[in-house]
């Protein structure tokens, strides 16, 4: 582990009534030489506030309501140059910090993700929970191309620098894809760390499965449009496409028994046609996304190069 000063961390917990674990969550903190906490409460109805109050954390009561809008909200007032993020559920092991944020401190990475899929307590993730987690990882490596492992888990280490090169909206909890997205999108190195996932023993979740699985899907597909078009556009060519196919066959079929559909015929060359093009808008944004990052990489290129002439001079 590189030696670092635990005082330039920040380590950021959102919570909203956790009064069963956050005493506990801070308490270790402390003990393993971390002071600096700030935790961003989302105006909890029991004694979650007073608790981490009476433990020296800081309080910021989030004006917004969301997880989203919470961390949103803290990143913009935090100064430290590392930032540890984890649910206030207890779910997180204070533990792994050092790990978590080794590969910032080193300069290997500008952000870590905790992977909680490998290791957790039994009952932590329930078979439901591990099937969509597999699915909602395994579309966004389609998306965007990059496999992150765990783009859903609530713990994570940033440095400073990349939080604010990151323009983040999603107010609930959507926002770690909307994170995994913009990592992709602003080129920034990242690591997945192994950690372990306890279970919650504190409130129920909030996470509510059906519902917001659905808003995380569709925020993968957001931001995929931006990060890998060609996958979102093959994939709208290709459906419209397989119409068009399934309905030729029959048309075809029809022909041959001596009826004619003049109308579905029509119907389905557009489809076909269709499809081709929507696929060739996706190979033709996926150029100018590709050119787009080559040329933010010349200009980070040159702004690193000016800032070391600066230094020299």
């Known amino acids: 582990m590189t030696d670092f000063n635990k005082d330039d961390v920040c380590v950021l917990i959102p919570t909203l009534n956790e009064m069963a674990t956050i005493g506990g969550i801070i308490q270790e903190f402390h003990t393993l030489g971390y002071n600096n ?28 309501k969301g997880k989203g809008a919470a961390m949103i909200e803290a990143f913009s007032k935090i100064t430290e140059p590392y930032v540890l993020m984890l649910d206030g559920d207890g779910t997180n092991p204070p533990e792994y910090a050092d790990a ?44 965007h191309g990059v496999y992150m492992t765990d783009i859903l888990s609530g713990y994570r280490a940033f440095t400073k620098k990349s939080l604010e090169e990151m323009h983040l909206s999603e107010g609930g909890f959507e926002i770690e894809t909307e994170i995994s997205s913009e990592i992709v999108h602003r080129d920034l190195r990242f690591e997945v760390v192994p950690t372990y996932y306890k279970k919650r023993p504190g409130s129920p979740t909030k996470l509510r499965p059906v519902r917001d699985g659905w808003k995380i ?18 994939i709208i060519g290709m459906i419209l496409g397989i119409i068009g196919f399934i309905l030729g066959i029959y048309v075809v079929i029809e022909w041959f028994a001596g009826i004619e559909h003049l109308p579905l015929t029509i119907l389905v060359m557009l489809l076909i046609v269709t ?36 230094k020299k001079d």
């Open 37 to 64: 906490i700030l935790v961003v409460d989302g105006h909890s109805t029991d004694d979650t506030v007073k608790i981490a109050e009476e433990l020296g954390a800081k309080i910021l009561v989030q004006s917004k």
């Open 275 to 310: 499809g081709i093009l929507v696929f060739m808008m996706g190979l033709i944004s996926d150029m100018i996304v590709a050119y787009h990052r080559e040329e933010i990489r010349e200009i980070s290129k040159l702004k690193k190069d000016i800032e070391e002439l600066k």
């Open 100 to 143: 978590m944020l080794e590969p910032l401190v080193s300069g290997r990475a500008d952000h870590v993700i905790g992977n909680r899929r490998d290791e957790f307590e039994k009952g932590a993730l329930t078979s439901f929970n591990r099937f969509g987690n597999y699915v909602m990882n395994t579309m966004f490596k389609w998306a």
């Open 217 to 234: 899907i569709r925020a993968i597909n957001k931001y995929g449009k931006m990060n890998n078009p060609l996958f979102h556009f093959s």
